[in-house]
């Protein structure tokens, strides 16, 4: 099994939670962490050549946001704690897209936090964990 531990991460204290404990383990085995961001985009279909210009504008500043406000700030408290620190930010579906990034880098494992919404709020919006260990390649770990 891979020492590259993959951990969605989204600025939540959750979030937090699910990656100090990925460090832990990494720096206890001498792997690395791999802090994944998603940015979920739903596609528009019918879009006029200005509606499209101006929508990959828009992604391009989303993007440069999330690495500034977000994956910089959180890659550099991260570091110097024993593990190797990566980052990545992508678009799409949260689960499918970090099943994407925990294949593409042949991570041992994924890490999440736990929201702590209601089973109802689960069931009505979705679950990005209950989506992981239904489909991940690798295990899951949920973190509360």
Sequence with gaps: MSGKFVVGYD????AQRALEFAIDRAAAQGGSVLIAHVLEWSPYSFLTPNELEERHKRRREELERAETALMAPVVKAASGKGAE?????RYGRIAEVLCDIAKEN???QIFIGRNGHSAWGARVFGSVASALVQTAPVPCTIVP
């Design 11 to 14: 600025g939540s204290e959750a």
């Design 85 to 89: 620190i990566e980052s990545v930010i």
């Design 106 to 108: 042949e991570a041992g």
